[in-house]
């Protein structure tokens, strides 16, 4: 039970809270890792081909309009937008060059209205000339350590990594740490590899469903109760192990959380149940599936307005899409999920008062962006 009544985003000029387009490129992955995800929360899919470059170009366009659209919602010290390309594995898709040129491009009428940051989440395996062809496009790579790689893939990695920092660009590596206890100790190694090489890390537990088996056992548990400078006794077990997943969750971006606007008191690791909840998601996130064309407000969650989950609309019709996220009448997001994941940090409360309170900070008084006549009753 969740007994806090609201949960936001520390303030931190370092890790300022931002509007995250996750654009799903491609689903196509040169890894196939286990805890990747299956069905709605599938991490990848072979099966499917790359998206042709005229339908991913066209999403830019959309993409930008979109968070055009919420940007003029926001105080001026809060216009900041992540577009963040991924899948699958993003920069194996066989156009992502040029894809990322148009990006820049494409966002040039609105640089005097919010600031842009290109990011790109990768396994960073990769062959080292396409590397050097990205490298100049993406304003800040998060690449993810997976300990199942083959020890030619963990090198590849380590070089990039190495490579990308030499040339002066902006890097975060994700390390996932894996259950299976050799693989536990391979992400801890890893962490003081990049640890030594003063690369920015931030190790992260598995999410998982809870018929998935990716629970810690008790060493696991006491390592992460250090991470979080926290105690995790109250952690869920299932057959002796840890499902942290089922018992709370830290930012993806590491940002600090604070309950009750106790911002004092900011904390790591939080519980993630917030059953009937209302939550600001959609004014912070976009998710853009491109191999099919559904749009959901976020990755993770995947809640709409009708309190469901399920998709807000399709690339093959992207005006109500644009209409609706116009709309300052349009309902509260309410969750229904068992789970909070990505969209942990998105402002939210157990009521609407305290939630419209708290959403003074991120929102300007009355911004009408629809005219009177066309407002959802």
């Not at 709409?304 to 209409?323: D, K």
Request: proline share 7%; charged share 25%; net charge neutral.
């Amino acid at each position: 039970m969740n007994l806090a009544k609201s949960l936001e985003p520390v303030i931190d000029p370092n890790n300022r809270i931002t509007f995250l387009l996750d654009w799903e490129l491609t689903m196509k992955c040169n890894l196939d890792c286990t805890y990747c995800g299956t069905g709605l929360y599938a991490g990848h899919d072979n099966s499917t081909r790359h998206p042709p470059l005229a339908e991913c170009l066209k999403t830019i366009d959309f993409m930008f309009e979109y968070a055009d659209i919420y940007m003029l919602t926001k105080p001026q010290g809060i216009r900041y937008v992540i577009l963040n390309v991924y899948g699958g594995e993003a920069l194996h898709h066989p156009d992502i060059v040029k894809i990322l040129s148009v990006i820049h491009e494409r966002y040039q009428p609105y640089q005097d209205r919010w600031h842009l940051t290109i990011t790109t989440t990768t396994n960073a395996i990769i062959a080292p000339t396409r590397l050097d062809q990205i490298i100049p496009l993406i304003d800040e790579f998060t690449v993810s350590y997976h300990a199942e790689n083959t020890p030619k893939q963990k090198q590849q990695f380590r070089d990039n990594l190495l490579k990308i920092k030499s040339a002066g660009r902006r890097q975060k590596c994700v390390v996932l740490m894996h259950s299976e206890p050799d693989r536990f100790a391979e992400a801890q190694e890893m962490i003081s590899w990049l640890t030594l090489n003063d690369i920015k890390h931030l190790p992260r537990q598995l999410d998982h469903p809870p018929e998935d088996d990716f629970n810690y056992n008790q060493q696991q548990v006491i390592w992460f109760e250090g991470l979080y400078k926290k105690p995790l006794d109250h952690a869920v077990m299932r057959n002796d192990k840890a499902d942290l997943s089922d018992t709370g969750r830290a930012c993806c971006g590491g940002r600090g959380l604070c309950a009750d606007q106790n911002r004092r008191d900011p904390q790591k690791f939080v519980l993630n149940k917030f059953p009937g909840w209302y939550c600001s998601v959609n004014h912070f996130f976009l998710y853009v599936k491109q191999v099919n064309g559904e749009v959901y407000v976020n990755k993770d969650c995947k809640m709409n307005y009708t309190g469901t989950v399920g998709p807000i609309g399709n690339l093959n019709n992207t005006a109500p899409i644009l209409l609706q996220a116009r709309d300052p009448d349009k309902p509260i997001i309410q969750c229904a999920k068992e789970r909070c994941w990505c969209g942990l940090c998105a402002p939210k409360a157990d009521n609407p008062d305290t939630y419209q309170t708290i959403m003074r900070k991120y929102e300007i008084p009355n911004s009408n962006l629809l005219p009177k006549g066309q407002r959802s009753n």
